[in-house]
């Protein structure tokens, strides 16, 4: 059965360029403003937080632009990153400090992309996979974040056979997988070896269609 219906949000988030994630039992939803004809801006950005129970302004994005497709994930429950983005695949990472609610740059990324998927390892480490490259190429370079050393690090590519461009990344249990697009399968990350295969058993009932429609959560 539907549950109740969520108050209305003050800001009209862009409906495919809209990165979330949950701080604190809150909901932070930034990305892309809404334009009239129901796209999303690729200047303009919003930033929201769902209390649960209503809704406030949430921090403004750091930068001097926004980047459109942008990932941002929590690295524990007072940090969250944003990172790289815009139409020539930034590598700028950002830094979030709910604590202090201040923004700082951390290392910058090996290969700037956007449309690209991310995902926390173990609550020191992020791992990025895919996208599109600053010459607007397939990007099918990994690369994964030491806090501790503040630095990135290349890893094995994606499978050559999919379509890198707006993955959808979740940890389960320690082990990361991966929906692609226009793919049916799911693949799994090994955490040995950094090699990635299908997850044998599971298969979605239909193609995954990017993370711009089609939405998963473990």
Known sequence: S???????????????????????????????????DNSCSGSSSTSEVYTGSNWKPGPALPGDEYPVYSCVVNLNTTHTF???????????????????????????LIQGRWVHGCVNLDGERILVAGGIDENDSKDYSVEIYDFTQGTWSSQPDLPAGINPMYPLLQNWDGQVLALFRGENQIYQRSEENGEWSVLQGVQLPSSFGDYRYDKAIL
């Open 82 to 108: 944003q990172i790289g983005g815009g139409n020539s695949g930034r590598r700028d990472v950002w830094l979030y400090d709910w604590s202090s609610q201040a923004w700082t740059r951390t290392g910058s």
């Open 2 to 36: 539907a549950g109740p219906a969520l108050p209305t949000a003050k800001q009209k988030h862009g409906w495919a360029d809209s990165p979330n994630v949950i701080v604190n039992e809150e909901w932070w939803i930034t990305g892309g403003l809404q334009t009239g």
